[in-house]
């Protein structure tokens, strides 16, 4: 999958947040199979400093890091934490050091984003040469304004982020992905936030998702190393589907076996 | 002695200083870092060379766990 000029092996994309230790992460990440993860900036606890650092735990020459700008309020702050995070993975001289996933957020028990400041931001971001992967929610005239804000992909919500109710409203990301793929087939469209299990990311790719980003589903698992595992299956699984193309579904069955030779009577008539 | 602000606190340092002899004085690995003076990111190749003055607000930040 191409998505911002970076190819990616897997169409996963993997938080790393939230997991009970770094050993753990690093495992789950190995499990899930992805080669996409994604970092927070944060203010750096510099003189009572006693944690590791996550940088430590991720092979740099493996991972393509995607920055995000999680917890902004404002264009103008995510423009600044898109900026710290270039220039980290800059001197790392990781490949991700020319997008972002930008993420307003408008509202702090929903999680859901600021649509005007995340359009401002994407546009800004996007004139700064980022390639800008775009968090929003399911509204599919949202996600045509940030596509023509020069995001490189919009990234809709299933539902709230860390929330595990999965695919809330799929009709609304069926309409989003055909008007974002309409004369544009390959325009990457990835379902990011609200994944609680296997079965919602393969409802993603079976939509036609291009790419998942998820992380508190493998995070908060009982057993993230497991459910990581499952996730990957899932994502291979749904695009499988996608590809081959479902059957239409029907009002009444259609028999598998043949209808014709068949030793039995109809004792109760055609309808029986 | 100088004022300034590091990460939302005020701290004083003796005189004005580089980014690069301010960063001297913490304990961690400075490629994991990045540096803004007055909401203005500080390119690396330049901390030699700019300079904290009283009243900066800098921000020094990493990256952690995030989705």
């Known amino acids: ?272 | 002695m100088i004022e300034i602000t590091v990460n939302g606190r005020r701290v004083e340092i003796d005189s004005e200083m580089s980014v690069q002899q301010l960063l001297d004085t913490v304990d961690v690995p400075p490629n994991y870092l990045a540096v803004e003076i007055n909401a203005d990111v500080v390119p690396r190749e330049t901390y030699a060379d700019t300079i904290v003055r009283a009243g900066d607000d800098v921000e020094v930040v990493t990256l952690v766990g995030g989705g």
């Open chain 1, 1 to 272: 999958m191409v998505v911002g000029g970076h190819t990616l092996a897997s169409r996963l994309i993997v938080g790393t947040g939230r997991y009970d230790t770094m050993e753990q992460m690093r495992d789950s990440l190995d499990a899930s199979g992805c080669d996409c993860v994604t970092v927070a900036v944060r203010r750096e606890r510099l003189y009572d400093r006693g944690g590791k650092n996550i940088l430590d735990f991720i092979d740099l020459d493996r991972y393509t890091l995607l920055p995000n700008t999680a917890g902004c309020y404002t264009a103008a702050d995510a423009i600044r934490a898109a900026r710290l995070g270039r220039e980290i993975l800059k001197t790392l001289g990781n490949p991700g050091a020319d997008w972002v996933k930008l993420e307003v957020l408008g509202d702090s028990k929903t999680l859901l984003p600021d649509p005007a400041e995340t359009v401002t931001a994407c546009r800004e971001l996007a004139a700064d040469g980022f390639q800008v992967l775009c968090y929003t929610s399911d509204c599919p005239v949202t996600a045509q304004r940030l596509k023509q804000a020069g995001a490189a992909s919009v990234m809709p919500a299933g539902s709230p982020i860390g929330s595990g109710q999965g695919l809330l409203n799929p009709n609304n990301l069926r309409i989003i992905l055909e008007y974002l793929k309409e004369d544009d087939p390959d325009y990457p469209v990835i379902i990011d936030a609200g994944v609680g299990t296997a079965s919602d990311v393969s409802q993603a790719f079976e939509i036609g998702g291009d790419a998942v980003l998820l992380n508190t589903a493998i995070a908060h698992a009982r057993d993230p190393v497991q459910m990581a595992k499952a996730m990957k299956h899932a994502a291979i699984a749904g695009r499988h589907a996608f590809r081959a193309g479902r059957i239409p579904k029907r009002l009444y069955g259609t028999a598998s076996s043949p209808t014709e030779g068949v030793i039995s009577t109809r004792p109760y008539g055609s309808n029986a």
